[in-house]
């Protein structure tokens, strides 16, 4: 595989962002991302397809919200917005559709920008979802966004990635009271299945992301409920990616063991 264009400084640790990508078949990763991922697919076989399976729901989730009326998108964590975006899903189905892709990783911002050059209403930025404000009164949100209308907040594949409890809901709640009535925000977030997720795989997974540019944190079913606090969860309710709204023929699909779900603000 090719490097795609080298960043100067190159980098030297793994990022969740171009890891991700590797899952995705992508060539936006360099050789240190594809040694710790290939790192996390030895402990967990799964990954590539709970990395598509995210992505598909992603897409649902984009979809049934532009067709519930909302235009404007706030893409939290976005990564690099290769196949099956959020800007490409809602521009499917809504040309006008704003969209703010923001993340903490310079190098995927900077793809970001390449991609979307010249995109008129789709805006990357570099920013860390720790600081909710500084998001929200950026000039460009405050350029692309109304807050009077309703917005749709992504965290998709991103919460885990915030290690600390408090800062969790701290973040999730300044965002909440942000958005209007009539909002949505998309939620995924890797979370134990009871019986099934195995206690030394989560270490090892979690020991790959600690070295990495953001460590990581899995979370309990109850803990990623409590995300959606003070919204009305849309049915089928909190599920498996792969559980909500598929279309897929396969009668019984893997588990992502993604935590998934769609809520409206009251
Ligand atoms: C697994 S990717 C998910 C990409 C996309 N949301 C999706 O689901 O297809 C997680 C992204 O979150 C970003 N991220 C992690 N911590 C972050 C933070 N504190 N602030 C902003 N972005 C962050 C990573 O750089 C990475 O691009």
């Known amino acids: 595989m090719t490097e795609f264009e080298k960043p100067s400084p190159y980098p030297d640790q793994p990022s969740p962002a171009r890891m991700y990508d590797y899952y995705l078949g992508g060539s936006h990763n360099f050789e240190i991302d594809r040694q710790a991922a290939d790192r996390v697919i030895a402990f967990f076989p799964n ?13 649902r989730a984009v979809t049934f919200v532009t067709e519930e009326g909302v235009d404007q998108f706030l893409d939290l964590g976005a990564g690099i917005p290769t196949e099956g975006s959020v800007h490409k899903t809602a ?40 600081e909710p404000d500084t998001i929200l009164n950026h000039s460009e949100t405050q350029r692309l966004l109304d807050f009077k209308r309703p917005v749709a907040v992504l965290m998709v594949a991103l919460l885990h990635f915030v290690t600390n409890d408090h800062e969790l809901y701290r973040i999730i709640q300044t965002f909440r009271e942000a958005i209007p009535s009539g909002s949505y925000m998309i939620i995924t977030h890797v979370s134990y299945i009871e019986g099934i997720t195995s206690d030394p795989t989560v270490d090892q997974v979690e020991s790959v992301y600690a070295k990495a540019t953001q460590g990581f944190k899995i979370r309990t079913r109850d803990q990623v409920v409590k995300c959606f606090e003070g919204l009305e969860v ?27 779900g769609v809520a409206r603000k009251p």
């Open 91 to 130: 521009h499917a189905k809504n040309p006008r559709a704003r969209i703010i892709h923001v993340d903490i990783d310079p190098v995927a911002i900077a793809e970001s920008q390449r991609i979307l050059a010249d995109m008129p209403g789709v805006t990357p930025m570099v920013a860390n979802v720790s």
């Open 234 to 260: 849309v049915e089928p309710g909190i599920v498996d990616t792969v559980h909500w709204r598929a279309d897929s023929t396969a009668e019984k699909p893997d588990l992502s063991y993604f935590l998934a």
């Open 47 to 59: 990954m590539r397809y709970a990395a598509r399976a995210n992505r598909t729901f992603l897409q």
